[in-house]
């Protein structure tokens, strides 16, 4: 009878959870077994997943949804029993808007992965002027870039085919708002990939939007489709409480509060092919691990055997972010709130990326006669706001709220979240230095690296890299 295979997955975020519950399905697809660890440094699992439910109230820390355009994460719900508990965005308040030049103005109707398809909207909107609007058009006929081995940031392109004045007001911030990033250092390449084909195909970003959208007509409506972005009834954590239960149920080890001192490759046919050792002593012998880390972290484990993979994920620069999530009392913030929120372009130079009225966009997140409002700070440039206390982290977001949307009142009840480090920026060069780092932990057979560093930062980008992860895994131990 051949040996019990034991695999050790560093990190207990969505990507490690992910990893050991694909794991577990291609096990029992092939009717084997394996021994499987889960070790999280934190106390909690679900890395930056945090909900936080308190006298009604339901505060994400982290994200607060997930998009429905990439199918993992409402492919595992299915599979963990949640889709009955997946809610849609509000369609009462079904409206966006930015700061721009000095107010809140509703974001245009009419875009289609982040290109605008409609210019009626843009002229009520006072978003973009006449001559922005004008140059945008431009895109039109403005021939399509040879094709090049030179790598164009997201302002270079977006400049280049809309023009800068629609790119600094209508999509930075919705850049910004997905990466946390400096559009002048992100890699289009490697952030919308499928824009830079929409060039190529089409010659025009207009032209491959509008082409995208009567593909999409072409097929009858679903009653039932989901809304662009869905969460769950009870928050996203109970994700990871389904995935963890699911884990356990079926003999995972899930240790939290184990911090990884080392990982170790013996290289020998003899030995166990790793040990992963834990701050105080323990031993964790294993035929395969996967590194479910930071990319910073992972460096860190990698340097000792492979000091070319560590430079390589070193190479992928991160940046801070925090939440500021406030309950006001309704009756006085109420008139002063439309749609689900705001996002905020970076030429404004103010501290806020956005803020979500969450009680307005999901249901069931507030208790009648309270407002819960989150604040969405920091970002590539703007890490010296980790430095400040929660208090002054709470001033300055009720200072933005003041000043921008005129909310004056003082919260009932705060809760801040920062997370240092936690945004990888996928800069220029990022799809080459992912296959670098593919190509050198490939040199150490059952080893692995999965998570948001690498080819995607959503949760379902993690899910799936997870699973494609527990695939090639698989195939390692039992073919």
Same mark, same amino acid.
């Given at each position: 009878?051949? @040996?019990l295979?034991?695999v050790?997955?560093?990190g207990?975020?969505?990507s490690?959870?992910?990893?050991?519950f &694909?794991?577990?399905e291609q096990?029992g697809s092939?009717?084997?077994?394996?021994?499987?660890?889960?070790v999280?440094?934190?106390?909690?699992?679900g890395?930056?997943i945090?909900?936080?439910?308190? +006298?009604?109230?339901?505060t994400?820390?982290?994200p607060?949804?997930f998009l429905?355009?990439?199918?993992?994460?409402l492919? %595992?719900?299915?599979?963990l029993? %949640?889709?009955?508990?997946?809610?849609n *965005?509000?369609k009462?308040?079904a409206?966006?808007?930015?700061y721009?030049k000095g107010?809140?103005r509703e974001?245009p109707?009419?875009?289609?992965?982040?290109v605008p398809t409609k %210019?009626g909207p843009?002229?009520?909107?006072?978003v973009?002027?006449?001559?922005?609007i !004008?140059?945008?058009g431009? +895109?039109?006929?403005?021939?399509a870039?040879?094709?090049?081995?030179?790598?164009? *940031?997201?302002?270079?392109?977006?400049?280049r085919r809309l023009g800068?004045?629609a790119f600094?007001?209508?999509?930075?911030?919705l850049v910004?708002?997905?990466?946390?990033?400096?559009?002048?250092e992100?890699?289009v390449d490697?952030?919308f990939p499928h824009?830079?084909e929409l060039?190529?195909?089409h010659?025009?970003l207009?032209?491959g939007?509008?082409?995208m959208?009567?593909a999409?007509?072409?097929?009858r409506p679903d009653a039932?489709?989901r809304?662009?972005?869905t969460?769950l009834q009870?928050?996203?954590g109970?994700?990871i *409480?389904s995935l963890?239960d699911?884990l356990?149920?079926?003999?995972?080890?899930?240790?939290?509060?184990?911090?990884?001192?080392?990982v170790?490759?013996?290289g020998?046919?003899?030995d166990?092919?790793?040990r992963?050792?834990?701050?105080?002593?323990?031993?964790l +012998?294993a035929e395969? !691990?996967?590194?479910?880390?930071?990319?910073?972290v992972?460096a860190?484990f990698l340097r000792?055997?492979?000091h070319? &993979?560590?430079t &390589?994920l070193d190479?992928?620069p991160?940046?801070?972010?925090?939440?500021?999530s406030?309950?006001f009392p309704e /009756?006085?913030v109420?008139s002063r709130?439309?749609?689900y929120?705001?996002?905020?372009?970076r030429?404004?130079?103010?501290?806020l990326?956005?803020?979500?009225?969450?009680s307005?966009?999901?249901a069931g997140?507030?208790?009648?006669g309270?407002?819960?409002i989150r604040c969405?700070?920091?970002g590539?440039?703007r890490?010296?706001?980790? +430095? #400040?206390?929660d @208090?002054e #982290?709470?001033e300055r977001?009720c200072?933005?709220l003041e000043?921008m949307?005129g909310?004056?009142?003082? /919260?009932l009840?705060v809760e801040?979240?920062r997370?240092?480090r936690?945004m990888p920026?996928?800069?220029r060069?990022h799809r080459e230095r992912?296959q670098?780092?593919?190509?050198?932990?490939? #040199?150490?057979?059952?080893?692995?690296?999965?998570g948001?560093?690498?080819d995607g930062?959503?949760?379902?980008?993690?899910?799936r890299?997870?699973?494609?992860t527990?695939?090639?895994l698989? &195939?390692?131990?039992w073919?």
């Amino acid at each position: 009878m051949a @040996a019990l295979k034991r695999v050790v997955i560093v990190g207990g975020g969505i990507s490690g959870l992910s990893a050991a519950f &694909a794991l577990l399905e291609q096990a029992g697809s092939r009717d084997e077994s394996v021994q499987c660890t889960v070790v999280e440094g934190q106390e909690y699992f679900g890395g930056k997943i945090v909900t936080n439910r308190r +006298d009604g109230l339901v505060t994400e820390g982290g994200p607060d949804s997930f998009l429905t355009t990439k199918p993992s994460a409402l492919a %595992l719900c299915e599979k963990l029993g %949640l889709t009955s508990q997946l809610i849609n *965005t509000n369609k009462e308040h079904a409206q966006t808007f930015t700061y721009s030049k000095g107010r809140l103005r509703e974001f245009p109707q009419g875009l289609i992965s982040m290109v605008p398809t409609k %210019l009626g909207p843009l002229f009520h909107s006072g978003v973009i002027s006449w001559a922005g609007i !004008v140059r945008m058009g431009a +895109d039109w006929i403005i021939p399509a870039r040879a094709r090049t081995n030179a790598e164009e *940031t997201l302002t270079e392109f977006f400049s280049r085919r809309l023009g800068s004045e629609a790119f600094d007001h209508l999509i930075e911030p919705l850049v910004s708002g997905i990466y946390a990033g400096d559009a002048n250092e992100l890699s289009v390449d490697a952030t919308f990939p499928h824009l830079v084909e929409l060039e190529r195909k089409h010659g025009s970003l207009i032209k491959g939007a509008l082409a995208m959208q009567r593909a999409r007509s072409s097929h009858r409506p679903d009653a039932t489709a989901r809304t662009l972005f869905t969460t769950l009834q009870g928050g996203l954590g109970d994700l990871i *409480t389904s995935l963890t239960d699911r884990l356990s149920c079926a003999g995972v080890s899930l240790r939290r509060g184990a911090d990884v001192r080392v990982v170790q490759s013996s290289g020998s046919h003899t030995d166990p092919p790793f040990r992963v050792e834990l701050e105080g002593g323990e031993r964790l +012998d294993a035929e395969a !691990v996967v590194l479910a880390t930071p990319a910073y972290v992972s460096a860190g484990f990698l340097r000792s055997f492979d000091h070319e &993979a560590a430079t &390589a994920l070193d190479g992928i620069p991160y940046a801070s972010t925090m939440t500021v999530s406030m309950v006001f009392p309704e /009756p006085e913030v109420r008139s002063r709130l439309r749609g689900y929120g705001f996002v905020v372009p970076r030429v404004e130079n103010r501290s806020l990326i956005a803020a979500t009225w969450s009680s307005m966009k999901w249901a069931g997140r507030a208790p009648s006669g309270q407002c819960l409002i989150r604040c969405y700070l920091g970002g590539r440039g703007r890490e010296h706001l980790l +430095d #400040l206390e929660d @208090a002054e #982290l709470m001033e300055r977001a009720c200072r933005e709220l003041e000043s921008m949307v005129g909310i004056q009142p003082p /919260p009932l009840h705060v809760e801040v979240y920062r997370w240092p480090r936690a945004m990888p920026q996928y800069t220029r060069g990022h799809r080459e230095r992912v296959q670098r780092i593919r190509e050198r932990v490939a #040199l150490h057979p059952g080893l692995y690296v999965t998570g948001a560093a690498y080819d995607g930062i959503g949760i379902p980008d993690c899910i799936r890299d997870a699973e494609n992860t527990s695939a090639k895994l698989s &195939a390692y131990l039992w073919e």
